[in-house]
């Protein structure tokens, strides 16, 4: 038999309207998820992460040298892709890189003296696996570019000009590659960085004018136009950006997509900065400004779309076969999240050193917070290249 609390407690529920109970099912869905969005950026300012590798590839596309520290510019780690190798053709030169000449990764490379203005990079040449086949040379890392002749090249559209080593260097890697090829070296020079919301504002008319055509007026036009060299994003032979992040949580993502025991090697993402301690994969795609140490600022600008060369078998200098040569395809089904390059899938973040800031030493360990969440996905914007 029924007691009173009961009999009133089913009379309480009966009087509920349906009305009532649909805008709940209506309404809480979307409060859980707005509270989520809000939530979301906190999240990823309060993950503490810490800095767990670093590269620098003196050498373009050649193996990375793993170093404990770095001297962070804003122009890339001191020494990072100053040298580039171009391989002659009958109409001129070529850019080299792994996804076009795999032997490249047969290549490796190791610094004595890196802050020394005499420090040297010792090159060795496995080939193809075989130790015993190995050679080396030793490269100065500080070149005397007023002995060397000057040399143009222009990459991914953005030229700049360079010097031309002296020719043991080259016969020695063409020894190495069976195929003619030069060794350049960037100097002081620098590239522009393309991507077109990275631009400096458009000048007026009569601005461009005074720019042009009246010279005296020049460096205060720069300055007004924001054009001067101390305040344009600038790289090296660096591709795209001084400086590439990647995360080791959306790392383990790519070696869960291999089979069991096998683990994708992050060298083939050639990255500079590994971070480690995020919370979810590919929680970067987000990150607009990371800081490190609460110091140096990173402005996180663009994804970094990828071809075929994470497919290549670094042991021996040729494409990957069975899974390991489908790294790329595997990474398409989800990753193609960039609607400025929608064929290419997305691993690790194009970044820049704040240019306000100056050099710092990195080092492995450092502390890393996002300082910025963008609201959706970057879009890739340099002309050319998608």
């Not at 683990?263 to 995020?278: Q, S």
């Not at 690790?348 to 050099?359: A, V």
Request: charged share 25%; with cysteine; glycine share 6%.
């Amino acid at each position: 038999m029924s007691s009173a609390w009961d009999k009133e407690r089913k009379f309480e529920i009966e009087k509920v309207s349906p009305i009532w109970l649909i805008t709940a099912l209506c309404v809480v869905p979307f409060a859980v998820y707005f509270l989520l969005n809000f939530l979301n950026p906190l999240i990823h300012r309060l993950t503490a992460m810490t800095i767990s590798e670093i590269y620098v590839y003196p050498i373009k596309s050649l193996r990375g040298v793993k170093v404990t520290e770095a001297l962070g510019t804003k122009r890339g780690f001191k020494h990072d892709r100053t040298f580039l190798l171009l391989q002659i053709t009958p109409e001129g030169h070529k850019n080299m890189a792994v996804s076009r000449q795999p032997e490249m990764t047969q290549f490796f490379q190791e610094i004595t003296g890196y802050n020394s203005p005499d420090g040297s990079l010792r090159v060795t040449f496995r080939a193809f696996g075989d130790t015993s086949k190995q050679k080396s040379i030793t490269i100065p890392l500080n070149p005397d570019t007023a002995k060397l002749s000057p040399y143009e090249v222009t990459m991914h559209n953005s030229p700049t000009s360079a010097f031309k080593m002296p020719q043991s260097y080259d016969d020695w890697f063409t020894s190495c590659f069976g195929y003619d090829v030069i060794l350049v070296y960037l100097g002081a020079n620098t590239r522009a960085v393309l991507f077109e919301d990275m631009q400096p504002s458009t000048p007026d008319p009569l601005t461009r004018f005074l720019h042009d055509y009246i010279p005296f007026t020049s460096k205060w036009v720069n300055s007004l136009m924001g054009l001067t060299q101390d305040e344009q994003w600038r790289i090296s032979f660096a591709d795209c950006a001084p400086y590439l992040i990647v995360s080791q949580t959306s790392l383990e993502d790519v070696s869960s997509r291999l089979p069991e025991g096998e683990e994708m090697d992050v060298t083939k993402f050639r990255p500079n900065i590994v971070i480690k301690g995020a919370w979810d994969a590919y929680q970067e795609d987000y990150w607009g400004k990371v800081t490190i140490n609460n110091d140096v600022e990173i402005v996180m600008a663009h994804n970094c779309v990828r071809c075929k060369s994470i497919n290549i078998d670094y042991e021996t200098g040729k494409p990957g076969e069975g899974p390991k040569g489908e790294v790329l395809k595997r990474l398409q089904k989800d990753r193609r999240v960039d609607v400025g390059a929608k064929w290419s899938p997305v691993f690790g973040r194009y970044s820049f050193w704040d240019l306000k800031r100056g050099d710092k030493i990195v080092r492995i360990g450092d502390r890393i917070n996002v300082k910025k969440v963008n609201d959706g996905y970057t879009v890739w914007s340099w002309p050319g290249l998608a």
